[in-house]
């Protein structure tokens, strides 16, 4: 398994551009150091850096008990996952600690590069004051169930971020936009239950940190989803990309899956 990152490349095509983009896809940096993705970065100058959740480690115990209370007939299944991930958590706090500045320095650095757009996934329950005063002073998007309208090598995109909590009347708002729709949103199984039949053009997600350990080309593992989760990494149905993720915030190894940076060549048809 390689020890620093690597870059992964996709190439996708769309009618509803005119001009070529290079976008960067950056998930669950977990606030572990990311030198190495910082350095791909600079290497492979996108247009657009995306990140799509778990930036930072931010919880509110009324919006997990919410969570939580929705998933409570099906939760016994997903125990082994759940016992899997509290344990190696354990470990992994005194091998690899997380920091609030480890993000916050990568995502100074990353503001330098490339215009720079965050949404938000799971462990950014709560984001506190001092959070938003640094994205606001770095010029970095938030995008919590929002969107915004950007200008890039002369196309005009449609960029939202669909939350953990997601806000479906605003999804809808969203979908109905003219021109070129770019979602990110941080939990791939809501492709299918909330994205799939919408007119939008291009999901990012990751959260499932590509299933851990990967055997003939399957994740196996994730610590939400449970085994073998349909959306581990890569590109499915032409308009979904899931990263594999930047980090390993758990003790276990990521087997036949090294953290990578996603780059996607979106060229117009």
């Known amino acids: 398994m ?9 190439t996708l095509s769309t009618a509803r551009l005119t001009h070529p983009l290079r976008l960067a896809l950056v998930s669950d940096l977990h606030e572990r150091r990311a030198d190495d993705i910082v350095a791909l970065l600079r290497r492979k100058r996108p247009d657009l850096i995306l990140i799509a959740g778990d930036t930072f480690e931010r919880y509110d115990d009324e919006l997990r008990a919410l969570r939580q209370g929705r998933k409570r007939v099906t939760r016994w299944l ?40 965050l949404s938000l996934g799971n462990h950014e329950q709560k984001l506190l004051e001092e959070d938003f005063a640094f994205l606001k002073a770095h010029n970095i998007t938030l995008l919590d169930n929002s969107g915004v309208e950007a200008t890039v090598r002369g196309e005009t995109l449609h960029i939202g971020g669909l939350s953990t909590v997601p806000d479906e009347a605003w999804l809808e708002e969203f979908a109905q936009k003219d021109g070129f729709k770019l979602l990110l949103c941080h939990h791939p199984e809501y492709f299918d239950m909330l994205v799939a039949d919408k007119d939008i053009d291009l ?23 449970g085994f073998f989760p349909k959306y581990d990494r890569g590109v499915f149905d032409n308009r979904l990309v899931v990263s594999a993720g930047c980090s390993n ?5 990521r087997w036949g899956n090294p953290r990578e940076l996603v780059m996607i060549q979106l060229n117009p048809s």
């Open 249 to 253: 915030p758990v003790a276990l190894p």
């Open 78 to 117: 997903m125990a082994p996952a759940y016992l899997y991930n509290h344990a190696a958590m354990g470990i992994l706090s005194r091998k690899n600690p997380s920091s609030p500045e480890n993000a916050t320095a990568f995502l100074s650095q990353a503001a330098k590069l490339a215009p720079v757009f």
């Open 2 to 10: 390689p020890k620093h990152a690597v870059t992964t490349e996709y």
């Open 203 to 225: 999901t990012l997600s990751g959260h499932n940190h590509g299933g851990q350990i990967r055997v003939f080309g399957k994740g196996v593992l994730s610590s939400r989803s």
